[in-house]
Each structure stands twice: as structure tokens, then as C-alpha cells.
């Protein structure tokens, strides 16, 4: 398959994400840096060994370029990407798709006119250890699946991040910064969700600057979020993101069966083993196994494992390849932006959200050896 010429519009610290392993993807050539800052794009492209760093609109211009990858600012996520999608290029954004389901439907639409594919990330459900709990539950480990928790909580980003005040504000918050790696995975163990229920929080309507005494950081959007996911499949999950919590002992992502209990691993990442667990006869006890406790036992992992995020390249620009539409396409995506935003209307509105749109569960993808190219039919 000829590689597909990838242009990456940002050039921030997520690049290094996308680019650091890019190499174990060989049908993936990134012929083209852009950003708004000229120095910053020279010296990345020099970096990265990329020919070309262009501004935002060269690399728009540029025929070379086939499929855009959006690492600009969550808002810009979806002007960016209409941009794109009106030179013609195919694109894949980082997340959120967008910040309104307004935006999105209306990338939607300009994609179909076009004839491109649009998509958007995160891809950690493409990972090794994504896919290995992909095929655990299907494979019966665990019976039926019918219920998972989801969780990721913290104290905030302002006290390590040099620019944390977009992350405060509106079309940002905990829900569309992490949430987005939850849902996603949720949606490929369990399929498309019906129903969302959920209250949505803040702690307060400012806090502390870290290292600026007296100074400020304004809170425009819930800090904490907890709510329910009723599948289209039947199952159910509850999900919470938060951002002011210290500490906890809660799993990321668990998944629990008419026959057992899975543990994933971090939502976040693209490795890492899940741990299984089958029921046993002292779970039935009136004094029943502690949680935490019984046999749980790390599995071998079924995928290669050194993906990071060039994956999510690598699988978009084979679906352009064969004309099939991406794990990560612009319905899958459309859908997860409906439910992340449908936690904060549904504690706004005090009623359960019910979801109008709807996808395909993703694909797995076929099993590969550590030696093996990755395979993406």
C-alpha cells in the first residue's frame, strides 16, 4: 500500500506523541509541519526530519498533503478542520471532534460534500491493551458483559501545565479533556450508548494561581463529573471525571460479566496487560470475597505493543487506502462528542439525556506479534 502523506497542522507537545514512534508505521509519511509560530515549526520539522514547515494555509495549499492531522487548541479543533476539509484533504483531529454538536454536524456535512473522511481522536482503544480486553470480552472470558466503572481524577492541571486557563473554560473541563479516552473505550467494548444521566459540579468559581500570589484561575466549566451510560447492547456503565479529587483508589476501567471481571488498563495509554478475573464460589459467601481480592491474573497481551499515536494514523490512512470508513470516522466520533456533551446537559436539565445519534462498534483489529506489521483489515 502506497503510505498515506500526512500533513500535522500544531506543533505543541502532543506532537511528540504522534511522532515519536512514528517509525513502526511505515505506511504513514509525514511530508509536512505548519503552525503559527515560523520558529517553533522550523525547529520541529528539523527535529522530526519533516522536508516541509509551512504556515497553516501553505499546508492546506500544499497537493502533496492527502490526510491533515489537527493538533491546534480545542477550539479550533473544528474551524481547522472545516478548513481543511474545504482544500480538500481528509482529516483527522485531535480531541474533542468539536466543541458543540452544531460544529460537528456541520463538519459532517462539508466532509460528505467533499467526498473526504474526517475522524477524530484519542486512539487508545487501538492499543495492545485495548484491543486484548476488546477480545477477552468477546471472546466469552467473562460471560455477558453487563455493567463497567470508568474513572480518572486528579487535582488539575494548573499546578504542571504552562498554559492551564483554556482548560477551565468553556468546550473544556475534565469531560472533554479525559472523558473523551473513557467514552471511546466504553463505546468499543459495549457499542453505541442510549442514555446518559449524570450531575455535573464545580468547587468553586476560582483558584489559586500556582506561583502568582494573589492571583486567579477563573473555573468556566463543571470540575467534576459523575454519571451513568445506559448501551444500546443493554449493559451499563458509570463514569467519573474529576478534577478535584487528591487522591483515590479506584480502577480506571473495569468491566464486569454474567461470568467474571475484567480489569483494563489505563484508558490513557495504548499498553499495558488487562488482569482477569472469573467468578469463584467464595463471591457467593454471605461473608463474600473483599473487593480487590480472589484470583486475578494478568493476561498475555494478544497485540503488538508499541503503538502510541501514530496508530490512529496509520489505521485512517489504510481505511483512505480501501475506501473503508475509519475505526475513528467522523459517525464514531460525532457520537462520543453527543454523549460527553450530554453529562453536563443532563444535570443542567435534571433528566436523563436520551442519545439521537448513533455508530458502529469499532472493529477489532486482527492480532499481530511483536515482529509483525500491524494490520488494520
Known sequence: MEPIRVGIIGVGNVLNQYLDKIGVHPD?????????????????????????????????????????????????????TLQAIAAGKHVLSEKPFATSLEEAQHIL?????????????????????????????????????VAAFASFACRGYEHWHPNVDPFYSPGAGPMLDIGPYLITNLVNF????????????????????????GEVIHIKTPTHVTGTLDFE????????????IWNHNLPHLEVYGTGGSLAAPNPD???GAPVLRRGEPGDLA?????????????????????????????????????????????????????????FEASSEQGRHIEIESTCQRPRPLPS??????????
Not at 114 to 142: C, E, N, Y
Not at 330 to 340: N, Q, R, S, T
Open 28 to 80: 504513514v509519511n509525514v511530508v509536512a509541519l505548519a503552525d503559527v509560530n515560523p520558529d517553533a515549526v522550523k525547529a520541529r520539522a528539523a527535529e522530526y526530519s519533516v522536508a516541509k514547515a509551512l504556515s497553516p494555509d501553505e499546508l492546506l495549499a500544499d497537493d502533496e498533503v492527502e490526510l491533515v492531522l489537527n493538533l491546534t487548541p480545542p477550539k479550533l479543533h473544528a474551524p481547522v
Open 368 to 377: 499481530v506479534g511483536p515482529q509483525e506489521p500491524y494490520r488494520f483489515d
Open 269 to 271: 495509554h495504548f499498553s
Open 286 to 342: 454471605l461473608d463474600m470475597t473483599p473487593p480487590g481480592g480472589g484470583d486475578w491474573r494478568e493476561t498475555p497481551i494478544t497485540h503488538r505493543d508499541d503503538a502510541y499515536r501514530g496508530i490512529g494514523l496509520a489505521e485512517f490512512g489504510y481505511a483512505i487506502r480501501k475506501g473503508l470508513e475509519p475505526r475513528t470516522g467522523g459517525d464514531f466520533a460525532y457520537h462520543v462528542l453527543e454523549v460527553l456533551l450530554a
Open 233 to 244: 447492547s443493554g449493559a451499563t456503565a458509570t463514569v467519573m471525571v474529576s478534577w478535584d
Open 109 to 145: 456535512d462539508a466532509a460528505r460534500e467533499a467526498g473526504v473522511k474526517v475522524g477524530s481522536a484519542p486512539t487508545t482503544f487501538l492499543g495492545s491493551g485495548m484491543q486484548t480486553s476488546r477480545k477477552l470480552i468477546d471472546d466469552g472470558w467473562i460471560g455477558e458483559p
Open 190 to 213: 459495549f457499542g453505541p450508548v442510549k442514555r446518559v444521566s449524570a450531575t455535573t459540579p464545580r468547587s468553586s468559581e476560582t483558584r489559586p494561581r500556582p506561583g502568582k500570589d
